[in-house]
T-cell receptor, first 110, second 113 residues
């Protein structure tokens, strides 16, 4: 079967660094995506990993280890506006279909 | 501006009624997707289409129907057979290239009257 696990909730302090983990089990792995979703809004694309290693984009970085079925999203210099849900999604096969985790709700406190 | 437009933003359904959610994109994307999101849960795939006049069932297609007569449009009908339709519905589209992400519309929130 296919399964994606993320922590349900996390809390962090403004200005700090937070790491959101995602583990997955899937056949035909073909890339991992991270999305940010503010309450009541559409998800917005943050990052994409298909090869092992770290991808950096400003304050956000994403890491992938295919052998371990593991990814993390790293958010640096946290701001209050980073309070949102962060969705990990795995693509399996060539249809572009994504399998989403339940999402991690991050609360940033002053 | 290019983007994905979903309408209406809020929709109410009566018992035994079919309702149709609109999704239009002007990004020239080939692939389009419909998801359902329930509170505190991730997105679940209802239907998807990779090309005009063709679509496939996702993980939770029962009680839903779609059509793809034009590249720009992928409407979703929630039929009376869907007994628990209250949810946030999201449409997405994607350029058919390996590293391209799905881009989402702003969603339609459907409730039962």
């Amino acid at each position: 079967g296919q399964n994606i696990d993320q922590p349900t909730e996390m809390t962090a302090t403004e200005g700090a660094i937070v790491q959101i983990n995602c583990t997955y089990q899937t056949s035909g792995f073909n890339g991992l995506f991270w999305y940010q979703q503010h309450a009541g809004e559409a998800p917005t694309f943050l990052s994409y990993n298909v090869l092992d290693g770290l991808e950096e984009k400003g304050r956000f970085s994403s890491f992938l280890s295919r052998s371990k079925g593991y990814s993390y999203l790293l958010l640096k210099e946290l701001q209050m506006k980073d309070s949102a849900s962060y969705l990990c999604a795995v693509r399996a096969g060539n249809t572009g279909k994504l399998i989403f985790g339940q999402g991690t709700t991050l609360q940033v406190k002053p | 501006d290019g983007g994905i437009t979903q309408s209406p933003k809020y929709l109410f359904r009566k018992e035994g009624q079919n309702v149709t959610l609109s999704c239009e994109q002007n990004l020239n994307h080939d692939a389009m997707y419909w998801y359902r999101q329930d509170p505190g849960q991730g997105l679940r795939l209802i239907y998807y289409s990779q090309i005009v006049n063709d679509f496939q069932k996702g993980d939770i297609a029962e009680g839903y129907s779609v059509s793809r007569e034009k590249k720009e449009s992928f409407p979703l009908t929630v039929t009376s057979a869907q007994k628990n339709p209250t949810a946030f519905y999201l449409c997405a589209s994607r350029k058919q290239s390996a590293d391209q992400p799905q881009h989402f519309g702003d969603g339609t929130r459907l409730s039962i009257l």
